[in-house]
């Protein structure tokens, strides 16, 4: 019963490169999400699918982009990394009906130096 | 846009006691539905509880309870007989029947004292 999986859990970035946040679902949800949390903050929408084939942006997208080719993933790219993407990355999915709560992955720890 | 704000960056209640936890919201439409996430130290997003607004009956999951005045658009988090594991970070999130992503709160970060 895997739920959302995202790797990698950890990961050091240096300012410039780029690199992947993956995360895949087994709940056939076509609702898939990514947020970021900086140190002691609330959740931040980046982009948000509502199936494959379809993306959105949410309230913070720029330096991201997406990619849903399959139910099952989801994404994240990060092309330029820079300091202020330093931050936890959750993915997270729901069921197509409003009243169902989105299932997060445990996150990943992005540090860029 | 619909906004979730959290008056309370940080709580504190002793073990076994009751807290509460503040959230109100700003909204236009008149059905929707509110979300509690618990998020430990292990960083994990945890569902609480939820509540829809058309049901006028407060929900309730063992020791967590909410308080839902739809007309005041409020929607308090109280935790019966508090233990340890408790302690963590409260966010309240608001959802739109369209399905548009939830709208989180900053959140609060519970303190549990033995």
């Known amino acids: 019963n895997a739920g959302v999986t995202q790797t990698p859990k950890f990961r050091i970035l240096k300012i410039g490169q780029s690199m992947t946040l993956q995360c895949t679902q087994d709940m056939n949800h076509n609702y898939m999400y990514w947020y970021r949390q900086d140190p002691g903050m609330g959740l931040k929408l980046i982009y948000y699918s509502v199936g494959a084939g379809i993306t959105d942006k949410g309230e913070v997208p720029n330096g991201y982009n997406v990619s849903r080719s399959t139910t099952e993933d989801f994404p994240l790219r990060l092309e330029l990394a820079a300091p202020s993407q330093t931050s936890v990355y959750f993915c997270?999915?729901?069921?197509?009906?409003?009243?169902?709560?989105?299932?997060f992955g445990d996150g990943t720890r992005l540090s860029i130096l | 846009a619909q906004t979730v704000t959290q008056s309370q960056p940080e709580m504190s209640v002793q073990e076994a006691e009751t807290v509460t936890l503040s959230c109100t919201y700003d909204?236009?439409?008149?059905?929707?539905?509110l979300f509690w996430y618990k998020q430990p130290p292990s960083r994990q997003m945890i569902l609480v509880i939820r509540q829809e607004a058309y049901k006028q009956q407060n929900a309730t999951e063992n020791r967590f309870s909410v308080n839902f005045q739809k007309a005041a658009k409020s929607f308090s988090l109280k935790i019966s007989d508090s233990q340890l594991g408790d302690a963590a970070m409260y966010f309240c999130a608001y959802r739109s029947p369209e399905d548009r992503p939830l709208v989180f709160g900053k959140g609060t970060r519970l303190s549990v004292i033995a």
């Open positions: 997270a999915s729901c069921r197509d009906r409003a009243n169902q709560p989105q299932h």
């Open positions: 909204t236009s439409e008149s059905d929707y539905y």
